[in-house]
C-alpha cells in the first residue's frame, strides 16, 4: 500500500512539473509568431483561448456534465474568472512584444502568489493570513532590479512597459486563482479552466474581429498557433490538473516556478535575451518570492 503511494506521489509530480514546463512555452511561441508574421498581441491572445476553449470543454466533459449546475449556480464567479483570463493573456502577450519572453514571463507569474495571498486578506477578508510583506519586498525589488539594469540596449521606459504589462497580467492572473479556488471547493479544476477559457474567449472575440487582419496574420504560421494552442494549453492544463490532486501543495507551489524558468530558458537559448548580474539577482528574487509566498499557503 505504501509503495503505490509512493508511486501516485511521484507521477502526480512528474505531471504537475511536465505541465508547468510546457506552460513556459506559451510566451516564446508568441514571440516565434510576431518575429514571423504580422499578428498582434490580441490577436495571439484570442487564438490561444479560443481555440483552445472547444479542446478543453470537450476533456473536461465528463466533470461539467457532472458539475454545470454548480457553475451556473455562480455563473458570476465565472463571468469574472473568464474576463480575467482573457485580460491575463492580453496583457502577458503584449508584454512578451514590448520587453521579450524573459522579462514579461517573471514579471507576470512570480508575484501570483503574493498577490493572491494579499488580495485574499484585503478583498475577501481572509485575516488569519498576515499580509505577505517580505514577499511583496522581494517582488518588488525583483521588479525594480530586472527593469533598471538592463543587459541589452533596450531603454528602461521599454522594459518599465514591459514589466508594467507583466504586472498587469499578474494582477488578473491572481483573479483567475481567486475565482478558481472559489469554485474549487464543488468543481473539478480543468472543468473551472475549461469554463473561464469559454467565457474569455466570448469576452474578447469582439475586441479582436473588429480589427481581424492580426488573426488572418498570425496563420501564416499555423504550425506556432496549433502548438500554442495545444502544448502550453491543452496538453499542459491537463497533465497539470491530473498531477496537481496526488501533490501536496507546498510541492505544487515550488513546481510551478518551473513555468518561468522554462521561459527565460527558452528566451536565453532561442532569442539571445541575456539578463546583466543584477537582472538575475532580481529574477533570483522574484522567484524566492514565489517559492516562499506558495510554501506560506
Known amino acids: 500500500m505504501t509503495q503505490t503511494r509512493d508511486n501516485t ?14 506552460w513556459g512555452t506559451a510566451g516564446p511561441a508568441s514571440q516565434f509568431l510576431y518575429d514571423g508574421t504580422d499578428t498582434s498581441p490580441m490577436a495571439v491572445a484570442l ?27 455562480r ?19 503584449q508584454a512578451v512584444a514590448v520587453s521579450g519572453v524573459t522579462l514579461a514571463t517573471l514579471t507576470a507569474l512570480c508575484p501570483v502568489p503574493v498577490l493572491v495571498a494579499l488580495l485574499a486578506r484585503v478583498v475577501l477578508g481572509e485575516r488569519e493570513r498576515p499580509i505577505p510583506w517580505v514577499g511583496i519586498i522581494a517582488a518588488s525589488a525583483g521588479t525594480l532590479l530586472l527593469v533598471g539594469t538592463p543587459e541589452t540596449s533596450a531603454p528602461v521606459s521599454q522594459l518599465a512597459l514591459g514589466a508594467a504589462l507583466g504586472l498587469m497580467a499578474s ?20 472543468a473551472v479552466t475549461a469554463a473561464f477559457f469559454t467565457v474569455g474567449a466570448v469576452a474578447l472575440s469582439p475586441v479582436v474581429l473588429a480589427v481581424p487582419q492580426g488573426l488572418v496574420a498570425a496563420f501564416h504560421s499555423a504550425w506556432m498557433v496549433a502548438f500554442l494552442v495545444l502544448v502550453p494549453t491543452v496538453v499542459a492544463y491537463s497533465l497539470f490538473y491530473s498531477g496537481v490532486g496526488r501533490t501536496p501543495a507546498a510541492i505544487t507551489g515550488v513546481l510551478i516556478v518551473a513555468e518561468p524558468l522554462t521561459a527565460a530558458t527558452l528566451g536565453w537559448a532561442l532569442f539571445d535575451e541575456r539578463l546583466s548580474a543584477m537582472q538575475l539577482a532580481g529574477a533570483a528574487l522574484l522567484c524566492t518570492a514565489m517559492i516562499k509566498a506558495a510554501l506560506e499557503r
Open 47 to 73: 487564438l490561444r483561448i479560443a481555440l483552445a476553449a472547444p479542446l478543453l470543454l470537450l476533456v473536461a466533459a465528463p466533470a461539467l456534465r457532472r458539475h454545470w449546475q454548480d457553475l451556473w449556480s
Open 9 to 22: 506521489a511521484v507521477v502526480g509530480l512528474l505531471l504537475v512539473f511536465t505541465g508547468a514546463i510546457l
Open 75 to 93: 455563473a458570476g464567479t465565472v463571468l469574472i474568472g473568464g474576463i480575467c483570463i482573457a485580460l491575463y493573456q492580453t496583457f502577458y502577450f
Open 171 to 190: 494582477l488578473a492572473f491572481s483573479g483567475i486563482a481567486l475565482t478558481g479556488r472559489a469554485l474549487g471547493d464543488t468543481v473539478p479544476p480543468l
